[in-house]
C-alpha cells in the first residue's frame, strides 16, 4: 500500500491496455500476488526487507529517546504480527527488555499510523516508510537495521504467468531496483 499504491499511475501510463485490480486479500484467480512471508530458498524473492526503529518527532520530543536502546520503554514498543523482530534488534544493541509490553498490531497500515500518531516506536523499512521519513512525520532515532527474515515473494496465479502479468512483473522488478 505504502510503496505500491502511489507508483500505480505510471505502471498504467506504461500499459494503458492493461486493467489493473488491486486486491488487498487473497484471491485464488488473481494473475500475480505479492506476499510477505518467510524467504524459500526455491525462490528469487522481489525484495528483502531491513528493519529500523521508527517514531513520529512528536513523541521523540515528548519522550526522549535514550542513547541507548537498553533505556527504552517497553510499554512503547509496537509490534507487528510478534515480538520477535524488537527482539531481534534489541540483540542487535546487546539490549534486553521485556518485549511482551507494549502493542501488538496485525496490520501494517494500523501499526504505522499508530507510530505516526506518537503511540510508541515501530520497526519500519524503506518500502513502508519511505514517503513518511521523507515528509518528517516519521523519524529514525538509530540507525542500526536488522534483515528480516521474511521477504517480498512474487507467485504466480493458478492461471500461469499471462503476457499482462509478465509486463507488470517486469516493471515492479525494474521499479524497485531503480
Given at each position: 500500500?505504502?510503496?505500491?499504491?502511489?507508483?500505480?499511475?505510471?505502471?498504467?501510463?506504461?500499459?494503458?491496455e492493461?486493467?489493473?485490480?488491486?486486491?488487498?486479500?487473497?484471491?485464488?484467480?488473481?494473475?500475480?500476488s505479492?506476499?510477505?512471508?518467510?524467504?524459500?530458498?526455491?525462490?528469487?524473492?522481489?525484495?528483502?526487507?531491513?528493519?529500523?526503529?521508527?517514531?513520529?518527532?512528536?513523541?521523540?520530543?515528548?519522550?526522549?529517546?535514550?542513547?541507548?536502546?537498553?533505556?527504552?520503554?517497553p510499554?512503547?514498543?509496537?509490534?507487528?504480527?510478534?515480538?520477535?523482530?524488537?527482539?531481534?534488534?534489541?540483540?542487535?544493541?546487546?539490549?534486553?527488555?521485556?518485549?511482551?509490553?507494549?502493542?501488538?498490531?496485525?496490520?501494517v497500515?494500523?501499526?504505522?499510523?499508530?507510530?505516526?500518531?506518537?503511540?510508541?516506536?515501530?520497526?519500519?523499512?524503506?518500502?513502508?516508510?519511505?514517503?513518511?521519513?521523507?515528509?518528517?512525520?516519521?523519524?529514525?532515532?538509530?540507525?542500526?537495521?536488522?534483515?528480516?527474515?521474511?521477504?517480498?515473494?512474487?507467485?504466480?496465479?493458478?492461471?500461469?504467468?499471462?503476457?499482462?502479468?509478465?509486463?507488470?512483473?517486469?516493471?515492479?522488478?525494474?521499479?524497485l531496483?531503480?
Open positions: 500500500a505504502y510503496w505500491l499504491a502511489p507508483r500505480l499511475s505510471e505502471f498504467r501510463h506504461l500499459f494503458p492493461i486493467t489493473l485490480n488491486v486486491l488487498t486479500q487473497s484471491d485464488a484467480t488473481a494473475d500475480l505479492i506476499a510477505f512471508t518467510a524467504h524459500q530458498a526455491t525462490r528469487d524473492p522481489l525484495m528483502h526487507i531491513h528493519f529500523f526503529p521508527v517514531c513520529a518527532p512528536e513523541y521523540a520530543h515528548e519522550t526522549p529517546i535514550p542513547k541507548r536502546a537498553s533505556d527504552l520503554d510499554d512503547h514498543l509496537l509490534h507487528l504480527h510478534t515480538h520477535t523482530d524488537w527482539d531481534a534488534w534489541l540483540t542487535t544493541q546487546n539490549a534486553k527488555l521485556d518485549t511482551q509490553q507494549g502493542i501488538l498490531f496485525d496490520d497500515q494500523t501499526m504505522l499510523a499508530a507510530t505516526t500518531a506518537g503511540q510508541g516506536l515501530a520497526l519500519g523499512d524503506r518500502l513502508t516508510c519511505e514517503h513518511a521519513l521523507r515528509t518528517g512525520a516519521l523519524i529514525r532515532p538509530y540507525g542500526d537495521e536488522i534483515l528480516s527474515d521474511k521477504a517480498y515473494i512474487l507467485n504466480v496465479g493458478q492461471g500461469g504467468k499471462t503476457a499482462s502479468a509478465a509486463a507488470f512483473e517486469t516493471w515492479l522488478k525494474e521499479t531496483t531503480a
